[in-house]
Each structure stands twice: as C-alpha cells, then as structure tokens.
C-alpha cells in the first residue's frame, strides 16, 4: 500500500508540473508558429525563394519546446500566465493530456513498427551486402549524382548504407530510417533487361537485374537527397513536438508546410544534381499525383504526400528559373551553416534565461510547535545555525539572542533548510529539524532515509 501512495503521489507530481512546463513553452510556441506560417503564405503569393530557408526557419520551434524553465515567465507581466497554467494543472486537465500524449506517442511508434515490416517483407533490390547486378550501376551512379559535391566522402558513405526494395503496389516512392535508412521504389519505374523481358513474366519478378527507368533515376535522386539531408531524423523530430503540443491547431499546420517545404528543396535539388529539366519534373509531378494514390507513412518521407491542387501548383510553380541557378549548391552550403548558427544561438539563449535543472535553496525557516513561521532566513538566524553536510550546527549564544527576539512558546522549534526549487512556486524536499529549546543538541531529525524519499528527490532534481 505504500508502494502505491509513493506511485500515487509521484503520478500527481508528473502531471502537475509536467502540464504547467508544456502550457509555458505552448505559449513561446505559438508566439513563434504566427509569424512563421504568416511568412510561409507571403512566400507562396510570391512564388520564390528558397525552399532550404523555409524548411530551415520550422527548426526554429524546438527551442521553444525548451522554454518550460525560462525566466521570462516569472516576470511582473507574465506571472499571471503562470498562475493560470499551475491552476489548470491542478484540475483533471492535466491528467487528459498526458493521457492523450501517451495514447498519441504509442499509436506512431505503432504505425512505424509497422512500416518497418512491411518494408521487411519487400524484394530487396540493392543493398549493401548484396551481390552486384545490372541495377546496381544506375544505383551507383545516382548516389554519385547526388554526392558530387561531398568533399569528405561521409553522405556517400551514409547513402551507400541504403537498401533499395521495389513494390508491386502503385504509391509513391518513399524512404525511411535513420540508422538503417531504406527506399521503396514502385515496380513501376524499374524495367527488366532484355533476358528478363525475353523470360516469362513469373520468372521476371525477382528484379535481380532490373534497371531504372530515366524517370526512376530521377525519382531515386529525389528519395536520396531526402537522406542526405537528413529530412527522416526532422520529421520524427517534429512528430514527436507535434505529439508534445497535440492541443495546439497551429502545429498540424506547421508540420504540413515543413514537409511541403522539404519537398520543394528536394525538387530544388533534383533539377540542380540530374539533367531533367523543369518542364519535365513539372510532368513527372503531375503524372505521380495521377496515377498513384498518396499514402501515409509515419517517420518517412514519400514524393508524393498528398494530390491537393495547391500542394502541386506551389512545387511546380517553385520550379521556375531554378534550371539557370549557378550558385546553388554554395547558397544550399552558406544557408545551412547560416540556420545551424541560428539554431545554436537560440537554444544558447534559451540556456543562458532558463533557471538551472534544480536549485537547492540556502535558506532556513524556522516555525513554532503550531508549524507557524516566526522567522524566514534573517540575518540573526544565519549567524547561529549553519548547515554542514546536510546536519545542523547552532551556536547557542547568537541562538539564545535570536529566539530572545522571536520569543517562541513551547518546547521545540522546527527549521527547514535544504529545500529544492525548480522554479518559483514549485519545489520540495529537502530536510527538517526538530530542536529542544532547553538544549540545542538535542535534534530530531524529521526527514526519514528511505527510498522512497531518495527516489523523489532525484526525480525531483533530474528527470523533470
């Protein structure tokens, strides 16, 4: 039964505390989401600009989910904000949201475990450490295509790890995985060679020496810069802030435009590294969109997400005059140090205005016999007790002088000390001592070594 009061009491904690972080980074969040997606539909009126900023500028919402701990919400203008998020916090609110974070968090990582299977259950085209075949020439040269410009040779050799699995069904190409990344391309865009066309049909299908199609080299290079770039890790990134914010509209939004912008980059990138020409990726857009259905997926990134009209006006009218770019690759090269920089410096000053992961507090409260508070931390009470190594130290004559001027009824005082703060107004812990006033060693000490105790106060410290 104490297992289950300490679990009890814990469980309140969590919810009460984890609610009121995520209401204040909710606000730092939604302060950022507005201006973002303002932005985002100024650049589509416009139809220009780089689609790597757009995609870029999303990475901006993370260090806003760290705010839980800024200063900024303990000032005069904002304390009210904190009052409101500690009161809902203490109402059955929290309890639903983490409820429905739990629920949410489970049914992705179900829908990725899956996936994974699914793609287990796939021909496996190319991969590492399979033999060498026909296909595997277009394989290697379209991660050459794409690696032009590695000077270190290390997305070469993260792209090399890549296998390849075709798919008889008719979706769009997609790629996952971020130890073990992978690409599923539809049989539709690989073509036998001419034994296999001269074979029969049922002999064919082992693919072994299929070769890519020119529109599925095109298709290939797309699904690589995705890996390359690093798309997969961003989008199981921003699932899981939009699982943290599941309340919050805006990051549904937000999370659409991002995998939009991502895209776009892409599509830049497929005109800049392969020969295809606009109007020809133009036409290879328009022939995904129908002839495939859009699928789903959960932490993969597909060519194709959905066939919404202006989805597929924005990324064919984002494909004009990007053939004649010169300086792509150095804009795509300074604009990703530039974001990283930006990134750095941002969460540097969410640090530098957060309050630490914990504050053991140095002040002492002493309290009568009725636990009524008689003296907080004076200047008095400093001079005749001292903490020294968690136990208590009290020189008597500045204590006589101190508790002369309190003038306290009983036999005993209580003094607290040690205290854990996480910020203002939430805390605990920490230790008290009983004393006999008619001999100062006489000390009770009132903090039980158990651990239960130990194991909250490190989850007070840590893991919060």
């Given at each position: 039964m104490e297992l289950l009061d300490t679990l009890r009491r814990f469980g309140i904690f969590v919810c009460q505390y984890g609610f009121s972080k995520c209401m204040r980074t909710a606000v730092c969040g939604l302060a950022l989401m507005l201006p973002l997606l303002i932005w985002r539909r100024h650049r589509e009126r416009g139809g220009s600009g780089n689609a790597d900023l757009g995609f870029y500028s999303w990475f901006l919402l993370f260090p806003a989910a760290l705010t839980g701990m800024s200063k900024l919400f303990f000032q005069r203008w904002s304390i009210r904000l904190h009052g409101l998020t500690m009161a809902l916090s203490a109402s059955w609110a929290s309890s639903v949201y983490f409820a429905v974070m739990l629920a949410l968090a489970g049914w992705w990582l179900v829908r990725k475990l899956l996936l994974a299977r699914r793609v287990r259950k796939l021909y496996c085209w190319h991969s590492r450490?399979?033999?060498?075949?026909?296909?595997?020439?277009?394989?290697?040269?379209?991660?050459?295509?794409?690696?032009?410009?590695?000077?270190?040779?290390?997305?070469?050799?993260?792209?090399?790890?890549?296998?390849?699995?075709?798919?008889?069904?008719?979706?769009?190409?997609?790629?996952?995985?971020?130890?073990?990344?992978?690409?599923?391309?539809?049989?539709?865009?690989?073509?036998?060679?001419?034994?296999?066309?001269?074979?029969?049909?049922?002999?064919?299908?082992?693919?072994?020496?299929?070769?890519?199609?020119?529109?599925?080299?095109?298709?290939?290079?797309?699904?690589?810069?995705?890996?390359?770039?690093?798309?997969?890790?961003?989008?199981?990134?921003?699932?899981?802030?939009?699982?943290?914010?599941?309340?919050n509209p805006l990051i549904y939004f937000c999370e659409r435009r991002m995998q939009q912008d991502m895209e776009q980059a892409c599509d830049e990138g497929c005109l800049y590294y392969t020969d295809v020409s606009e109007r020809e990726y133009g036409r290879l857009l328009l022939e995904v969109a129908a002839g495939q259905e859009p699928i789903r997926l959960a932490g993969a990134a597909t060519f194709l997400k959905d066939r919404d009209y202006h989805s597929l006006k924005n990324r064919i009218g984002n494909l004009r005059g990007k053939c004649e770019r010169k300086q792509y690759w150095r804009t795509h090269r300074y604009m990703g140090w530039g974001c990283a920089l930006i990134l750095a410096l941002a969460v540097l000053a969410v640090g530098l205005t957060s309050y630490p992961r914990y504050t053991r507090l140095t002040g002492l409260t002493l309290y009568d016999e009725e636990l009524h508070m008689i003296c907080d931390d004076s200047p008095q009470l400093r001079a005749a007790v001292q903490v020294v190594d968690g136990y208590l130290q009290i020189d008597p004559e500045q204590m006589d002088l101190c508790l002369e001027e309190l003038g306290p009824e009983g036999s005993y005082v209580y003094l607290s000390y040690d205290t854990i703060m996480k910020v203002p107004g939430v805390g605990g812990g920490g230790n008290a001592g009983m004393i006999a006033l008619e001999d100062y060693e006489d000390i009770f000490y009132l903090r039980a070594e158990t651990w239960e105790n130990d194991w909250m106060e490190f989850i007070l410290k840590y893991l919060l």
């Open positions: 450490r399979g033999h060498s075949h026909r296909g595997t020439e277009d394989w290697q040269a379209c991660v050459r295509q794409v690696t032009v410009r590695d000077r270190w040779g290390l997305a070469r050799r993260y792209l090399s790890r890549a296998g390849v699995y075709v798919t008889g069904d008719e979706n769009s190409p997609y790629c996952g995985g971020v130890f073990r990344p992978y690409i599923v391309m539809p049989e539709f865009y690989l073509e036998p060679g001419p034994e296999d066309a001269r074979a029969g049909k049922e002999e064919a299908l082992d693919y072994e020496n299929w070769r890519l199609t020119e529109r599925g080299k095109v298709l290939l290079c797309h699904e690589l810069l995705h890996l390359k770039a690093g798309h997969i890790l961003w989008i199981n990134l921003f699932a899981l802030l939009r699982i943290y914010w599941w309340f």
